[in-house]
């Protein structure tokens, strides 16, 4: 059987019914409550979001908000029936993509250590571990400028001004 051709788009308004239901695929959530909660991560100031989709029907999605040199990725997020089909690493490259031009030095996120195929994504496409707790690991990929990870306390430095 042939599979559907994977396309990589910027999220629209329309799509929030399907993001919330590849959500609640993976976590017992309160539908509205999470809704409410994306499309307020949506509304901050340079948030991105793209979702991939396949056959008509959104796979997945990620979803990120910008400073001035770092972007937080705030989920990452793959139906479990679409995994294993590049989808996780093209929604990766479409927000490198998107955040690059805007000279971002760094994009962070947070992985639960345990999951091992996550891990093992996030290590191919160049993203480091810097800190780590109990159940999450703190995840970057670095791009460039004077950007520094301060691994006590988590948090990015810069001695540079933004790239324009």
Same mark, same amino acid.
């Given at each position: 059987m042939k599979r559907a051709r994977l396309t990589v788009r910027p999220y629209r308004p329309r799509d929030c019914k399907m993001?919330? /239901?590849i959500?609640?695929? =993976?976590?017992?959530?309160? =539908? /509205? &409550? &999470?809704?409410?909660t994306f499309r307020g991560v949506l509304r901050l100031p340079g948030a991105k979001c793209h979702v991939a989709e396949a056959g008509g029907k959104i796979q997945g999605y990620i979803v990120a908000g910008s400073g001035v040199i770092m972007t937080e990725v705030h989920d990452l997020v793959v139906l479990r029936t679409a995994r294993w089909r590049e989808?996780? #690493?093209? $929604?990766? +490259?479409?927000?490198?993509?998107?955040v690059l031009p805007r000279g971002m030095e760094?994009?962070?996120?947070?992985?639960? !250590?345990?999951? +091992?195929?996550?891990?093992?994504? $996030?290590?191919? *496409?160049g993203y480091q571990a810097y800190a780590g707790v109990t159940d999450d690991m703190q995840? *970057? +990929?670095? &791009?460039?400028?004077?950007? +520094?990870?301060?691994? %006590? #306390? !988590?948090?990015? %430095? #810069? !001695?540079? %001004?933004?790239r324009s």
């Open positions: 993001v919330v /239901e959500q609640a695929e =993976r976590t017992v959530c309160c =539908r /509205e &409550f &999470f809704c409410n989808i996780a #690493s093209a $929604l990766l +490259k479409a927000l490198e993509g998107d760094c994009i962070n996120l947070r992985v639960m !250590s345990g999951d +091992k195929d996550a891990l093992a994504l $996030l290590r191919r *496409h995840m *970057h +990929k670095h &791009f460039g400028g004077t950007a +520094k990870i301060d691994p %006590t #306390s !988590s948090q990015l %430095t #810069s !001695s540079s %001004t933004p």
